[in-house]
């Protein structure tokens, strides 16, 4: 399986960014799809998930975010908004099938910055 990311970089307070995982290698259809972000020193975190087409979002980011994912591209994707300085780190898309099996993107960085 592999899980190419894109679409990180440096992005202004109030910005937006839209994050694309395109994958290969998996029934991609049959999986969730989630992304988790990671702090130095800290532990991966959920920023946002989509499982049997239901979404769910960390405090964090709800009302900013929103996971989306086309599986005839089998391409999952995370648009962020009204981005703060507090959500630059580094980004991480999951892919996690019904038997536990999961696939890591490599990690675009985030950066939000004047």
């Known amino acids: 399986a592999h899980l190419e990311e894109s679409g990180g970089g440096l992005v202004q307070p109030g910005g937006s960014l839209r994050l694309s995982c395109v994958t290969s290698g998996f029934a991609f259809a049959k999986f969730g799809v989630k992304w988790y972000r990671q702090f130095p020193g800290k532990q991966r975190e959920l920023v946002a998930s989509?499982?049997?087409?239901?979404?769910h979002y960390a405090p964090s980011v709800k009302g900013r975010a929103t996971i989306s994912r086309n599986n005839g591209e089998r391409t999952m994707f995370l648009q962020l908004n009204e981005l703060k300085p507090g959500d630059r780190t580094v980004y991480f898309c999951?892919?996690?099938?019904?038997?536990?099996?999961?696939?890591w993107g490599q990690g675009p960085q985030v950066t939000v910055s004047t």
């Open positions: 989509l499982t049997s087409g239901i979404t």
């Open positions: 999951n892919a996690i099938g019904c038997t536990g099996d999961a696939y």
